[in-house]
DNA sequence: ATTGACATTGACGTAACGTAAAGGTGTAGC
DNA sequence: GCTACACCTTTACGTTACGTCAATGTCAAT
C-alpha cells in the first residue's frame, strides 16, 4: 500500500505539515518521490511511524527519537518490548493521578486532609520518564534488569515478614468479609474495610496495585469457581458476589 | 504554610521558570509580593497549581486553562469530577495503546496480521480527547454514561459463547498441562503451549492482556494455596510449579 | 478547459518554556 | 562586619514542533 501526505497523516491521525517536517529533520524519509515531486509512502515508513509515534507518546523529543531509529544496531522487535514497559509504566503513574483526583474530592468534601506534597503525585512521575527517555537504551536496559530484579527478588525478599503479613490479611478479609455480610451492605464501611484489606492483600501479592486489576479480579471472583467455592464455603453462600459487589464500588467500577 | 517560587516548584516537579511564566502570562499570581520583591505563594495559590497542572496534563493549553480558571462560575468540585472522567477516559486510551503494542509484538513474530489502521490505534483517540476538551461537559456527561454502560456489558455480552470457550479453555489447559509434565521440560513446545493456551483464558478472563500480569498470576499460582491445591489436585503434584516456571518462560520474567 | 482538491517549497508565527546575563537578597559561618 | 553562596529579580534571546499563510504546480473529473 502506497500513501501521499495527506492519506498517511489521515491515517494515522496527524498533519501533513508534520510529515513534511519529519523528512525535513531526517526523521521520516519518504520511500521515494513521484515524477511530480511527491512523498510517497510505502509500509516501511507505515511501521517506522508507527515507531516514532510511540516514542513521541513516551515524551521523546525528536532529535532523540532520531538518533534510536537510526542507529543501525536499532531493533524493532527490541523497541516494542521496551515501548511495553514504559506504557505500563505510564499507566501507573496515570493511575496516581487519578487516585490523587479522587483524594482531592474527598479532600474538598471535607472527608480527608491532604498534604501539598499529596497534591502533587504523580504529576512528579512525568520529569521521572522524561529523564529515563533522554538517557535512552542503557538505563533501559538497567531498567529491564530492575524489573526482572524487582520480579524475581518479589518472593525471596518477602520470606517470613511479609509472608506473615499475606497470611495474617487473608485471615482478616475472611473475618471482615462475614462481618460485612451480616451488614448485607457492600457499600457499607465494613464492605469497604473489607475492600481495603483485599487491596492490600493485592498489594502486597502483585507488588503493585492498580484499581482496573483489582476490578477485574473481582469479577474472577464470581465467575471462576475455585475463588468462589474457596469464599462461599469459608464463609457463606455468596461471599464471592459480596466481595465482588464491596470492590467494585471501592474500586468505583 | 507559604512558598517561594524554587520551594513550590520542587513541591510541583516543575521548574521555577513556569511558575514565573505563569504569573507572566496571568495564569497563577502569587498571594503577594515581600518586601524585597520575592514571589510568595499560599494554601489557595497550592491548589489552584494543582488544577492547572490537572488541565495541562488533559493537554489542554494555557489560554485555555485561564479562560476557565478565572471564570467567575468556576466550580472547584465539579473540575475535580471533570478530571476524574477525563483521566479515566485517558487511561482507556492508554489501555488502546497498550494493546496496539501487544498486538504489534505479535505481528512482528508473524503470529497476526495488522491492519495499517490498527497501527495506529490509541494514537487518534489523542486529537478525541482534545476536541472532548474543548467541546466539554455536554459531552462528558454522555460519555460518563457510556462507561458504565461498558463497565456493565462486560460479562452480560460475555454469557454463552465466550463462556462456553473459557471453559473449554480450563480444561484444554489441564490436558496439555498433564502431557506438557511428562516431557519435564516448561520450555519445551507442550509447555509452552500450555501457557500459550492459559494466556488466552487470562486474555477472555481480564479483557485484556500484559505478560506482566500474567507472570504475577503465575507466581500466586505456587504462592496462593487455592491455585496450587487446584492444579496439583487435577494433574498431579508439583503441576502449579510447573506452570509457572512454563509461563516464566513465556513471559520472559 | 475549467474546477477543486490535492501536492510542492519557502517563510514567518506561536506556545511554553530553557537558558544566560546582570544584578539584588538572606543567612550561615568566620 | 565581612564573605560566601544559594536564593531571588527582570530582561531578553533561543528552541522545539509544529501551525499557518503564500505562491505555485498537479491530478481527476466534469
Redesign the interface.
Known amino acids: 500500500?502506497e500513501y501521499t501526505v495527506q492519506k498517511l497523516a489521515a491515517?494515522?491521525?496527524?498533519s501533513a505539515r508534520t510529515l513534511r517536517y519529519y523528512d525535513e529533520i531526517g526523521i521520516l524519509k519518504p520511500a521515494r518521490i513521484s515524477s511530480s515531486g511527491y512523498r510517497i509512502y510505502g509500509?516501511k515508513e507505515?511501521?517506522m511511524l508507527?515507531q516514532i509515534?510511540?516514542y513521541r507518546?513516551l515524551g521523546m523529543d525528536l532529535d532523540c527519537i532520531r538518533k534510536i531509529i537510526t542507529d543501525p544496531s536499532f531493533d524493532?522487535?527490541k523497541a516494542?518490548?521496551d515501548?511495553?514497559v514504559m506504557?505500563?509504566a505510564?499507566?501507573e503513574q496515570?493511575?496516581l493521578?487519578?487516585r490523587n483526583?479522587?483524594k482531592?474530592?474527598a479532600s474538598?468534601?471535607g472527608r480527608i486532609k491532604m498534604t501539598?506534597?499529596e497534591?502533587?503525585e504523580g504529576?512528579?512521575q512525568?520529569?521521572i520518564d522524561e529523564n529515563e527517555a533522554k538517557y535512552g537504551q542503557e538505563i533501559r536496559e538497567k531498567y529491564g534488569d530492575d524489573e526482572?530484579d524487582k520480579?524475581n527478588a518479589?518472593?525471596k525478599n518477602m520470606s517470613k515478614e511479609d509472608f506473615d503479613r499475606m497470611n495474617s490479611l487473608s485471615e482478616q478479609i475472611l473475618e471482615t468479609l462475614a462481618e460485612a455480610m451480616k451488614t448485607g451492605d457492600p457499600s457499607g464501611p465494613l464492605g469497604q474495610k473489607t475492600a481495603d484489606l483485599h487491596k492490600q492483600w493485592i498489594s502486597l501479592?502483585?507488588?503493585r496495585y492498580d484499581r482496573?486489576?483489582h476490578a477485574?479480579l473481582a469479577?474472577?471472583y464470581v465467575?471462576?469457581e475455585?475463588?468462589t467455592v474457596?469464599y462461599d464455603d469459608r464463609v457463606q453462600p455468596g461471599a464471592a458476589a459480596f466481595l465482588k459487589d464491596a470492590i467494585m464500588i471501592y474500586t468505583g467500577?
Open positions: 500500500m491515517l494515522a491521525g496527524i509500509p507505515v511501521d508507527q509515534l510511540f507518546e524493532r522487535a516494542l518490548r515501548h511495553h506504557l505500563l505510564k499507566r496515570l493511575d493521578l487519578i483526583v479522587e482531592s474530592i474538598a468534601e501539598d506534597s497534591k502533587f504529576f512528579k512525568k520529569l526482572v520480579s518479589y518472593f501479592c502483585w507488588g482496573e486489576s477485574n469479577r474472577m465467575d471462576d475455585r475463588f474457596y467500577k
